[in-house]
């Protein structure tokens, strides 16, 4: 069964950064694009970007341009999603999702990481 | 980038009830390229509607889409209590994908 599994919590300070993992499993890592989503706190979803497991090709929304980078390691199915020059305003579940059919829905979810911006 | 509004931002009705929920988009969305999320607390998402009107693999039939253009709807023909939630859209026909600011359906 397609399984997406994540990282652990995070406790960051301001300016620092950190590296969410989303390990995959149960299907063909490469076919599948993947995105990532935030949700903040009591707030809604939030797109951040999307990654071509295949050939890595990315893309982020404008807000996030130059502070995330999303990567993958096709020998362990994982992909990584970097955000750098944290901020209060990051504190956030971070989600990867399965991309169903290169449309943009996504089909199966991580369990979420939870990463928190706190001097 | 397109603005994805949802409405009513409560719904609280009883089981067996009929649920309408509304996303409008600030512009067209391409080719009906619209879904539905259900949210639980403490859970992620989970796929309900793709393609405006398409149910996700698993979602019972009392969950259906409709709409084109820039007017969208989620119908829960006959609530029950596992479907309070949170309900979003989320556009996929255009850089960047956005979601709307969900719907939250409380059952009496």
């Known amino acids: 069964q397609v399984q997406l599994v994540q990282s652990g919590a995070e406790v960051k300070k301001p300016g620092a950064s950190v590296k969410v993992s989303c390990k995959a499993s149960?299907?063909?890592?490469?076919?599948?694009?993947m995105h990532w989503v935030r949700q903040a706190p009591g707030q809604g979803l939030e797109w951040v970007g999307i990654?071509?497991?295949?050939?890595?090709?990315?893309?982020?929304t404008q807000k996030f341009q130059g502070r995330v980078t999303i990567t993958r390691d096709t020998s362990t199915s994982t992909v990584y999603m970097e955000v750098s020059s944290l901020r209060s305003e990051d504190t956030a579940v971070y989600y990867c999702a399965r991309d169903r059919f290169g449309g943009g829905d996504c089909d199966f979810w991580g369990q979420g990481t939870l990463v928190t911006v706190s001097s | 980038e397109i603005v994805l509004t949802q409405s009513p931002g409560t719904l609280s009705l009883s089981p067996g009830e009929r649920a309408t929920l509304s996303c409008r988009a600030s512009?067209?969305?391409?080719?009906?390229?619209l879904a539905w999320y259900q949210q639980k607390p403490g859970q992620a998402p989970r796929l309900l509607i793709y393609?405006?009107?398409s149910r996700a693999t698993g979602i019972p039939d009392r969950f259906s889409g409709s709409g084109s253009g820039t007017d969208f709807t989620l119908t829960i023909s006959r609530l029950e209590p596992e479907d309070s939630a949170v309900y979003y859209c989320e556009q996929y026909g255009s850089s960047p994908l956005t979601f709307g600011g969900g719907t939250k359906v409380e059952i009496k």
């Open positions: 393609g405006a009107a």
């Open positions: 149960g299907y063909s890592f490469t076919t599948y694009y």
């Open positions: 512009q067209s969305v391409s080719s009906s390229y």
């Open positions: 990654i071509n497991p295949d050939s890595g090709a990315t893309d982020y």
